[in-house]
């Protein structure tokens, strides 16, 4: 089974320019997930999805940041326009189903977003 | 609020010996998860372990366990038996078992295995 995948890996862009992150999930995961680790912190939840819906996104730093999962599949996370300090590691999660007592998330392997 | 710390930046431990990454976290919940992952260079981000508030005993996988001291808020990684490939950032998170999803991390420790 293909896990959590995310594209570009890696992203280098100059400031006021706009980039578009994707995740896929894995399959039959309806809880997608998107944090974010600035250079020297801590990784931080951006927002939550339950299939297609925004369950929560009160992680978003500013209306600079839109994230959508058209169909409730794949989610882009698109920067526009980026600053320097968005500069940073984006990672995806997804989880089964809520109903499991663990709901482990299960990350891809990031994007890594350098803006100039 | 939930905060989860992480006072060991970087450790180092010998080839085939015991580590143990330390964990304490806060949070007004009674009820919530605790998960370790791993990170090794090249990025992804490894599930390991978790335990939750109300288990009675420590979880356990393979060579990790996870050493729950509620009263003292604490949750320890035991990694034994440790191996090169053990090389890796770890991240001890949190959660909510209802309600918000949101993992809280805190902010790593770095194994070096020495062989």
């Known amino acids: 089974e293909a896990g959590v995948t995310q594209f570009p890996s890696h992203s280098v862009i100059e400031k006021g320019q706009t980039v578009t992150l994707r995740c896929d999930p894995i399959s039959g995961h309806d809880n997608l997930y998107w944090y974010r680790r600035v250079m020297g912190k801590e990784i931080k939840f951006l927002l939550h999805f339950v299939k297609e819906s925004k369950q929560d996104e009160s992680g978003m730093p500013n209306n600079r940041f839109l994230a959508e999962r058209t169909g409730g599949t794949y989610s882009t996370l698109k920067v526009q326009p980026a600053e320097l300090e968005d500069s940073g590691v984006y990672f995806c999660a997804s989880s089964a189903p809520s109903g499991s007592e663990t709901d482990t998330q299960y990350f891809g392997p990031g994007t890594r977003l350098t803006v100039l | 609020a939930q905060k989860i710390t992480q006072t060991q930046p970087g450790m180092f431990v010998q080839e085939k010996e015991a580590v143990t990454l330390d964990c304490t976290y806060d949070?007004?919940?009674?009820?919530?998860?605790l998960f370790w992952y791993k990170q090794p260079s090249s990025g992804e981000m490894i599930f390991l372990i978790y335990q939750g508030s109300y288990d009675e005993q420590n979880a356990t996988e393979g060579r990790y366990s996870l050493n729950f001291q509620k009263a003292r808020k604490s949750a320890n990684l035991v990694i034994s038996a440790s191996q090169l490939g053990d090389s890796a950032m770890y991240f001890c998170a949190m959660r909510e078992k209802t309600g918000r999803r949101a993992l809280t991390f805190g902010s790593g420790t770095r194994l070096q295995v020495q062989p």
């Open positions: 949070t007004s919940d009674q009820s919530y998860g």
